[in-house]
């Protein structure tokens, strides 16, 4: 029932039901209005109460009746007013328990109210923070996960790149084959070719001293011509001589940089896939000497 009920219909109400035969009471008024406001209606009743006493106690509603009955009739009347007063007290306090308990009641109702009320707001903020926490933590997945995804871009723009430098190595590891094979066989040629011409220069050497033996024996005028000859000889042999020996050590360089390039090649078919290819510098070969 609505806070503002008026004062009259619960009056009418009760009325109502005591000229029924039955005590107006908390729960039958509240059938009776339809309504339902206790905590009013009790109030309410305690002062029709009040006001049923004093329209019971009114000797001005008597008709006019002979002195006698009508002392007889206040005398009976006041017992049933007593009467009545007893039990409207008992009905009274009944009342006031049944609104002491149902003020308990509502209390506490209202109480556990409250504490759902309390509950439910705790129970809403942890799952606002946790679906903040939630939508955190989603959101340093996807951060994660994008840089998961360049990671793995740039890892397979890095395998590409790798893959292309083993082949350029690879192709690179056949020319340094084919160079090396060609510097072996120059570097044989060339050992062979001065070989030959220190025999030469050493035959020619050999002769052009036997020659001038020869001719110091058979002319011992000739000695003084023959010991410059022989000394020219001994000069052009000297000279012979460190050409050969400059020959070998350009062969011995042509050997050395041939081992070079044979443990730069071993070098790179020891790399491993992830190396970068080696920057090889192509070496020039030394010309033949001329005879």
């Not at 006493?53 to 009746?65: F, H, N, Q």
């Not at 006031?96 to 129970?123: F, N, P, T």
């Not at 070998?248 to 020891?270: C, F």
């Amino acid at each position: 029932m609505a806070v503002g009920v008026p004062e009259k219909e619960v009056f009418t109400a009760a009325d109502a039901v005591l000229a029924r035969g039955e005590r107006p009471t908390v729960e039958r008024m509240c059938l009776e209005l339809g309504r339902e406001s206790p905590a009013r209606v009790g109030r309410l009743l305690d002062i029709w109460w009040a006001r049923l006493a004093e329209r019971l106690s009114g000797e001005t509603r008597l008709p006019a009746l002979p002195s006698e009955v009508s002392q007889a009739f206040i005398a009976v009347w006041q017992q049933a007013i007593h009467l009545a007063q007893g039990v409207a007290e008992l009905g009274l306090e009944e009342q006031r328990q049944v609104l002491d308990a149902e003020r308990e009641r509502l209390a506490q109702i209202e109480d556990r109210a409250h504490q759902d009320l309390a509950k439910g707001r705790q129970q809403v903020s942890e799952a606002m923070a946790g679906r903040q926490a939630a939508e955190s933590r989603l959101a340093d997945l996807n951060l994660l996960l994008v840089q998961r995804q360049a990671q793995i871009e740039e890892l397979q723009q890095q395998r590409d790149v790798l893959r292309r430098e083993r082949h350029d190595a690879q192709g690179q590891n056949q020319i340094l084959q084919q160079e090396l094979h060609s510097l072996r066989l120059k570097a044989e040629q060339e050992r062979m070719a001065q070989e030959n011409y220190l025999r030469g220069v050493e035959d020619r050497a050999h002769r052009e001293v036997d020659r001038a033996q020869e001719k110091g024996r058979a002319a011992l005028s000739l000695s003084k011509v023959a010991n410059r000859r022989c000394d020219d000889l001994r000069r052009r042999l000297e000279s012979a001589q460190n050409e050969l020996s400059r020959a070998e050590q350009r062969a011995a360089a042509q050997l050395a940089r041939a081992e070079t390039l044979e443990q730069q090649l071993i070098q790179i078919r020891q790399l491993p896939e992830i190396k970068r290819k080696p920057r090889v510098r192509k070496k020039t070969t030394s010309s033949n000497p001329k005879n």
